[in-house]
Each structure stands twice: as structure tokens, then as C-alpha cells.
């Protein structure tokens, strides 16, 4: 067993310079108020021996959340803690440092053995592993009695408290066995292998299947072709496909092409690839044959001639018209020079009526006076006067009213009426004229337009269009020509084409035997793998991991037993303790007694832990904060007493046992710690003076203070030793 006989602090947590702890008494107090520096001198040995596996949520303390390692007054330097232990082999010493200024620095970690021997990094980490052979929750559940880590084996979940006990019985290993069989999930890993397994191979019976029905389809299209069951091997299909190169190349001879490469497959893998060949082969030889050639530049011309004339024809017909239109116009209205003169003419007479109705409405005005003088303010004695010359007019008034009713009226009407006669008339000869105009533009853009068709004509005939040249008549020949030479032309193509057609043919021919042995290339391909050694492999890989799995379940059914035995073992001799530790220190009226049981956990196989009082009841739900304190150290206690020689550590570290205890419970928690102190050596940090002085005047054992006091930023705490 290990046994804690020195440490010295420095720059950790609430340590500022260095300061040394020697534990050479069965009994050390570590004495002082709160934050002075305490807990910091028990948190430095876990520390040094697990460095951050104790920081942080996985510790499931609360208080580890976001602990702090480095005092966080200190701006350089190096956090330092080195723990001595005593052992049957010699002294062990271990040091773990970490820069103050840098909070995720690099650890370091060194071990000297009891030759001096140094080991460093990870070495020193897996030696501390080894020697101790405990981890950190090992550690915090039967070595170091925090507060919270102790009452969590009665308050947390069931799981948890089952692992926190199983740790302080030393059956730890068994559970991280039994948990890593479980974590490993073989049964859930085996089946899916299995699941995969099958899915293959339905995977591969599918594809057989539609690979069977694509040779049925592909053999009997091969049989419509022609091709015998005797032809769908590898060999026909190199021989058709030696065929195939023959026909291209004497398509090729034949085209005049002079740079045309052989292409014969070796082998029925390049039969794909031969496919692709005689495609762009026969297409680039056929694009550049002299006669397609021919074809396309003839094709080319005839479209273009064809379409020049038919607008040269369209300009024809839209002149013709447009010069019908103008005749007919001329015939009915004359031309423009006709419509002219009589646009004069109508002008002279609408000059000469005016002058006419001028004069006219001269005489019209003064006859027009007279009677309104004879009929307003002439004298009687007057009207029978002529009002201009005086002289003697008979009747006058009624001779005027005559004069102007019978002839004057009637004149001036007819003169408007005649000069109306000559507007609209002078109106609709501009109207003619204008219309003519439009006819004369009309047909001077459609001789444009067949003069532009004599152009093309002659740009597409590559001749000069005389007058007397008949621009149809030409294109007519041309085209006539053209259709002649195109007919010899297919006629020569049409011979070639025979050629290509048979070609294609044979390609056609030749993919199909190329995707029936595929295709049955393929199928066998599937087929083997039943019989291949992988398969074979994989099948006995099955077999072994079925059988792994049963052996684990047996393994895994053996350990649990043992574990539940020893558990059972220890729990027996432990019975006797936990009962006493608890009854010495709770005292509690309704619970007489004591027991403690474990069982199997139906769901995971692990073992189950549970108290009892000795008359079957729960006691938990009727237990104060201070008995359930009391419960927690006396299981503490009771287990650290009856496995005493199972636990790699002699000692036993407790931090402010009392918190909820009377005095009586604290004086009989003393008496406790005296059977302890026996068998371990005592760590004990309270700020109880109370408990102190009990401690003090009560254990038998040798004992050692260290006070705690004046704690500051600069300096830390003031440690002193008393015996």
C-alpha cells in the first residue's frame, strides 16, 4: 500500500510561494476558517496525481465547473505540487507543473522512482496509472471524502450510486469490464453484419435476376437479327469485329480518304471502346467523301438560287401589278399632267365667278339699303323718289322687292353654288393627283426591287444580265443543270450509302453479342462470389463473431457473478461497520439498525446496491441532512474498514466531515475516526473547533495541527505545525 508522506505546494489555487506538508502522524489536522487554504491542500494531491481529469463538469462536482488551477494573483511562474509516497518498495515521488500565466498550458508530469530513476510525460502518466492503479473517481469515492462526491452515493442517480460504491468495495474493475462488454454493443454489432450480410446478398440475387432478364431480351433481339446461339461468343465478336475494320477501310479506299487508320480489337474488353471507333470512323469519312462533298456544295447552291428566284419572280409580279394599277388609273383619270391642266382650269373659273359675284353683290348691297331706307325712315312723300338721284320713281319699294326677289337673289345663290361646284371639283382633281403620285412610287420601288433581282441573278450566275437576257429563263437552266448533276450525284452516294448502311449493320450486330457476354460476364462475376475466399472469409468471420458473442455473454454472466459475490463478501464484512458507524453516529430513534444488500440490475447485469433498516423499512425518506451526512460517512468509514487491504491507499483524506452534525454526532464521528485511525493514516481538514478539540482530546493516535491563518492575495496562507 501506498502511504502520503509529503507534499509541497507552490502557486496552486490558494497557495501562493511554497509551502511543505509532512504527514509523519496517524492523525493530521488541517485547522483554520474557510478560504484559507485548506481544501486547497487536499485538492493538490489529486491534482498532482490525476491533473485535469479532476477540473471541470465530468468530475460531477459542481463546484469543479470552471475551477481554477493557477492562484489567480500570481502573473508568472509555475503552478508546482509534488507528492511523496511511501511504499514496501521505497519512497515515490511525483510532480506535476503547469505555467501561472497560461491556463490551458501544457502539463508536465515527472515520477522518480526509489533508485532515482526519472520518468517524464506520458511515460510518468502511465506509470502513475500502473503503480496506483486508481482513477480520479476511484480516487474521490474511497480515498478523498468531498462533500459533495460523499453524499452523492446516497443522493444521485441509482447508476452512478451503484458505480460510486462498487469503486469504494474495489470492484471497480469489474464493472469497467462488464461496462466496456456492454459498451462494445457485439449483439448490436453482430446483427447488423448479419443484416448487412443479407442485404448483400439479396442485393446480388436481384442483380442476377435483371441481369438474366436483360441476356433473355438482348438474345432474343440477337436471334430477330439473324445471329446464332453458336455467334454469341468472345471469338465471333473479334471476328466481326476484324470484319468491321475491313468494311471501313474500304469505305475508305473508296472515299479517297489517305490518312485512315486500322483499328482492330485484341481482346473483348476493347470491344467497347471499338464501338466508339467505327462511329467517329465512318461519320468523319462520310463527311469528308468528295461526292457528300459535292452534294452539300450543289444543295447549297440550288436552295440559293431557288430562293433568288423566287424573288426575282415576286418582283416581277408586284411590278406588273403596280404598273396595271397605274394604266387603269390614267385611263380613267389621265395622267399627271392631264389632272394638272384640269386643276387650272377649274382655278380660272373659280377666279372668274368670284369677280362675278363681287360685282354681283355690289349692285345687291345698294338694292339692299334702298329698301331698308324706303321701308325705315324715308318720308312718305319720298319713297315714290329715287333716293340717289331724286328723281321720280313710281312704285319704287315694290320694283326693288321684285328686282331683288326675282333676280338679284337667284344670281348670287347661283354664283356660290357654281363656285362650290368648282372647290369640290378643284379638291378632288388634287385628290387624283396625289393618288398618282402614290401609284408612280409605288412602281418605282418594284422596279427597284426586280432591278435589285437582276443583280442577284447575275451575282449568283457569276455573269453579266443584258437587256435583252431573260434573268428567269437563265436561272431556269442553271437550275435545271444543277438538279441533273445532284441526281448523279445521289446516284453515286446512293452506292456508297449501301456500304455505310451495311456497316452499321454489323456494329449493330456486333453490340449486341458485346451486351449479352457482357452482360453474362457480369452475372458470373455474382455468381462466383459465393464460392470466392473473401465470401468464404466473411462467412467464417460471421460464424467466429457469433460464437465471440456467446463467450462474451458468458464471460460477461461469470463477472457479474463475481463481482455480485464479492460484493456480497465485502458487504457481510463490512455489515457489522457500516451498522456501528452508523448507529454510534446518527442515533437515530426510528431506525434500529443498519443493513446494506446488493442485487443484479435486470437492465444492465451490474450490480445493484440498496439500505435497509433492520426492521426492512427505506430509511432514506426519514432522514435529516444531518443523518444522511451520517449515513454517507458511516458507509465511507464502514467500506474503507472492511477492505482494508483491497485499497492501494493506507490513508484516508476528509474535508469538513461535520457540516449538519450536532455536537453529539460530532463527538461520536470522533470516536469513529479512532477505530479508523488504526488502520489509516487520518487527513483531516474542518474549520471546526468544536471537532478539533475532540479530535485532539479524544484519538489515541499521534497527532499533528497545521493552522491556517491570515490568508492574503500576496503571500497565500500562514501555515503553521503544532504537535
Known sequence: ??????????????????QEFVFDNPVVLLFGENHQGKSSTLNAVEWCLFGDDCVGKKTGIRERVGWEIANRYMTQGDVVVTAEFDSPDGTYSVTRE??????????????????????????????????????????????????????????????????????????????????????????????????????????????????????????????????????????????????????????????????FQVKVPASFGEIADFHEWVETQTDRLW????????????????????RIKGDYEGAMADEAAKQT??????????????????????????????????????????????????????????????????????DLLSHLDAEWKEQIKGEVQGLE??????????????????????????????????????SQVAAALGRKIEKEDDPLALLR?????????????????????????????????????????????????????????????????????????????AIRSALAEA???????????AGAALDKYFCCIAKHPAIPGLMMEVTEDRRSGLNSYGFKSKDGSD??????????????????????????ESQRFSFLMLDDPTQSLGSEMKRDLVKALEDIASCRRLIIATPDTEFKDSLMTNITKSKVVYNFDGWTEGSGPEVTRAN
Not at 539 to 550: C, F, G, H, R
Request: aromatic share 4%.
Open 563 to 573: 463481482s455480485r459475490e464479492e460484493a456480497e463478501a465485502k458487504i457481510q464484512a
Open 417 to 454: 353654288q357654281q363656285k362650290a361646284e368648282c372647290g369640290a371639283k378643284l379638291k378632288e382633281t388634287e385628290v387624283l393627283v396625289e393618288e398618282f403620285k402614290t401609284l408612280e412610287r409605288k412602281l418605282r420601288i418594284c422596279v427597284a426591287r426586280r432591278e435589285t433581282g437582276v
Open 98 to 259: 503547469q505555467s501561472v500565466a497560461r491556463k490551458r498550458a501544457e502539463q508536465k508530469v515527472t515520477v522518480t522512482l526509489p533508485n532515482k530513476t526519472r520518468l517524464h510525460g506520458d511515460e510518468a502518466e502511465g506509470l502513475i496509472h500502473k503503480l496506483f492503479g486508481y482513477s480520479f473517481q476511484d480516487f474521490m469515492t474511497t480515498v478523498y471524502q468531498h462533500q459533495e462526491a460523499i453524499r452523492a452515493i446516497l443522493t444521485q442517480e441509482p447508476r452512478d450510486r451503484n458505480d460510486a460504491i462498487d469503486r469504494l468495495l474495489g470492484l471497480s474493475p469489474y464493472r469497467e469490464i462488464l461496462n466496456g462488454i456492454t459498451g462494445a454493443k457485439l449483439e448490436g454489432t453482430l446483427g447488423v453484419m448479419g443484416s448487412k450480410r443479407e442485404d448483400f446478398r439479396r442485393r446480388c440475387e436481384q442483380a442476377i435476376r435483371t441481369l438474366s432478364n436483360l441476356i433473355n431480351g438482348e438474345k432474343a433481339k440477337a436471334i430477330s437479327e439473324g445471329i446464332t446461339e453458336g455467334e454469341m461468343t468472345e471469338q465471333s465478336a473479334l471476328r466481326r469485329s476484324k470484319d468491321i475494320t475491313e468494311a471501313v477501310g474500304s469505305l475508305a479506299r473508296e472515299l479517297g480518304s489517305t490518312d
Open 287 to 306: 463527311k469528308q467523301a468528295p461526292d457528300v462533298l459535292k452534294q452539300q456544295a450543289l444543295a447549297t447552291e440550288q436552295a440559293k438560287l431557288v
Open 477 to 553: 437552266m442553271r437550275l435545271q443543270k444543277i438538279e441533273s448533276e445532284l441526281e448523279l450525284t445521289r446516284q453515286a452516294i446512293g452506292k456508297k450509302r449501301e456500304k455505310i448502311s451495311d456497316i452499321y449493320n454489323q456494329r449493330r450486330r456486333l453490340r449486341i453479342i458485346h451486351e449479352i457476354l457482357s452482360h453474362e460476364q457480369k452475372r458470373g462475376a455474382i455468381e462466383r462470389i459465393w464460392k470466392s475466399s473473401e465470401f468464404t472469409g466473411l462467412e467464417q468471420a460471421l460464424d467466429e463473431a457469433s460464437q465471440l458473442v456467446e463467450d462474451m455473454k
Open 1 to 18: 500500500m501506498f502511504q502520503l508522506a509529503r507534499l509541497k505546494v507552490s502557486g496552486f489555487r490558494g497557495f501562493v510561494g511554497e
Open 325 to 394: 394599277d397605274r394604266d387603269d388609273f390614267v385611263r380613267k383619270f389621265g395622267d399627271e399632267v392631264t389632272l394638272a391642266k384640269a386643276a387650272v382650269a377649274t382655278k380660272h373659273s373659280i377666279v372668274q365667278l368670284e369677280d362675278q359675284m363681287r360685282k354681283t353683290n355690289a349692285k345687291a348691297s345698294l338694292v339692299r339699303e334702298a329698301i331698308q331706307y324706303l321701308k325705315g325712315i324715308a318720308r312718305e312723300a319720298d319713297k315714290s323718289r329715287c333716293p340717289l338721284c331724286g328723281a321720280d320713281a313710281p
Open 619 to 644: 430509511p432514506t425518506p426519514i432522514l435529516s441532512q444531518g443523518d444522511l451526512n451520517c449515513l454517507a460517512l458511516s458507509l465511507f468509514l464502514g467500506l474503507s474498514e472492511a477492505t482494508g
